[in-house]
């Protein structure tokens, strides 16, 4: 029983790639079990920066072992390149990254697919990577996408294309651009190229996992987007279309619920959303410019601006139970540093009257209006804080304020995204739950 999982815990871009990459140093495998590169991950050691959009956060640490899980989709193309890219700054990449044979793969008319939807409506756009992710999920789920697997069958393969060719551009209403619509035959000749080039970093995950669990490794499992962009729980239909939240670690990984030990959510200071959708403490004005200037909350994957908000505590206590999560990591801290005054969101009023929890349909929460409670500020550098003690007081009332609100202990805070600007409270769970070192637990 080591499993841990750390999950987003508003609309993603929660900084979950540097809280995992730090508590890699307590793991021994890093696993991703869900979305596929819509999802960025920056991680910063020293000067350098790192972008990761499906390789888990672990892969810098030189001894973890990385697996991509079944409930990943994967654009072979592009994580290709991305081994390519770590294999160039010297990451261990073949000996310390694995993939599922299950997983499924996002081909051209996928893409092509999620961009002809997005163009061509008026209204009801999602606002998505355009990656094609979601169309990718719609034919996992409807039986005849394509998997990692299916790679090695180099005489059925093209026949497999043909038929998902065919029924995603019936799903896109036929008219796929035809730069992403090419031809069965040479999709096929190129993801067998793909599939010899994946080859080496191929296995059956689950049981690389499950083995590894009975001899007591402790697996961090890493996940992507955040629970308000989770297809069941999240602001449906403005959500991406797999599970994000901390279930989702257990199908997309092939582990068991009973495997888990505890979930650590990550959570912004503020609140941004990409895309569209309601987002009820969205600052379209000032604040909201400087809370984007100074978190630099431009997208990983797409550089979209992000939308930028203040804290919003219906969203976070929805999380909290969502995924039973026992201890926050509060991220980008540091951003709040300019503010004189810090408003978090305590409930809404929806036409007079006053609501604590999330409302499912999207037009009663785009008409929510939110309840503030007013903060002061701390106008000050918190950056160079080591210990909860180190911050000013009206930091830590922050703090406090916030796991009141929410209803659950604050174990990290991040002040900055280098590795160092962290603070770990060393009576919170997080502390009991990873307590060594994965060197020291070796020696
Ligand atoms: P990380 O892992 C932020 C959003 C998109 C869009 C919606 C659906 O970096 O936190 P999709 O392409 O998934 O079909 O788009 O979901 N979205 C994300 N927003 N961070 C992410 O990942 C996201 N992945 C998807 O902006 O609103
Ligand atoms: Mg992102």
Request: net charge neutral; aromatic share 6%.
């Amino acid at each position: 029983m080591s499993g841990f999982v750390v999950v987003g815990s508003q609309w993603g871009d929660e900084g979950k790639g540097k809280i995992v990459d730090l508590l890699t140093e307590r793991a021994d495998i890093v696993a991703r079990y869900g979305g596929g590169p819509n999802a960025g991950h920056t991680i910063c050691v020293g000067d350098r920066r790192f972008a990761l959009h499906h390789i888990p956060s672990g892969i810098l640490r030189e001894n973890v072992l990385c697996v991509i899980g079944n409930g990943v989709v994967i654009d072979p193309g592009s994580l290709l390149k991305e081994i390519g890219d770590l294999r160039g700054a010297g990451v261990r990449v073949e000996e310390n990254l694995r993939i599922s044979d299950r997983a499924h793969l996002i081909l051209p008319y996928h893409r092509g697919c999620d961009i002809v939807r997005e163009e061509g409506v008026k209204d009801g756009k999602i606002g998505t990577t355009r990656l094609g992710v979601g169309p990718t999920y719609e034919s996992k789920a409807g039986r005849y996408g394509l998997r990692v697997a299916d790679l090695a069958n180099r005489a059925g393969l093209e026949e497999k294309v043909r038929a998902l060719a065919r029924l995603t551009r019936s799903a896109s209403g036929d008219r796929l651009p035809s730069e992403w619509d090419p031809s069965p035959g040479e999709v096929a000749a190129t993801y067998l190229e793909y599939g010899a080039r994946l080859t080496p970093f191929l296995t059956d995950t689950s049981l690389l996992l499950n083995e590894r669990l009975d001899r007591g490794s402790v697996v961090l499992c890493e996940g992507a987007q955040g629970t308000m962009l989770d297809l069941d729980h999240g602001t449906y239909p403005y959500v991406t279309s797999s599970s994000s939240t901390a279930g989702g670690a257990c199908t997309g990984l092939g582990i068991s619920p009973i495997r888990l030990e505890g979930v650590i959510g990550v959570l912004k200071a503020y609140s941004t959303r990409v895309g569209e959708g309601p987002f009820p403490t969205e600052q379209d004005n000032d604040s909201g410019r400087r809370i984007r200037e100074r978190g630099r909350e431009f997208g990983s994957t797409t550089g979209r601006p992000r939308r930028c908000g203040w804290f919003d505590a219906l969203v976070a206590r929805y999380s909290v139970m969502i995924n039973q999560i026992e201890c926050l990591a509060l991220t980008l801290f540091d951003v709040l540093d300019a503010f004189d005054e810090i408003p978090i969101c305590v409930a809404y009023e929806h036409q007079g009257r006053r609501l604590d929890v999330l409302p499912a349909d999207p037009a009663v929460l785009k008409a929510c209006r939110p309840v503030w409670e007013v903060l002061p500020g701390w106008k000050a550098d918190t950056s160079v804080a080591r210990r909860f003690e180190d911050l000013p007081e009206a930091a830590r009332h922050y703090v406090r304020r916030l796991e009141q609100t929410v209803g659950c202990e604050v174990g990290i805070i991040s002040t900055s995204p280098q590795r160092d600007g962290t603070i770990i409270r060393p009576q919170g769970r997080i502390a009991r739950w990873l307590p060594v070192r994965r060197e020291e637990r070796l020696a």
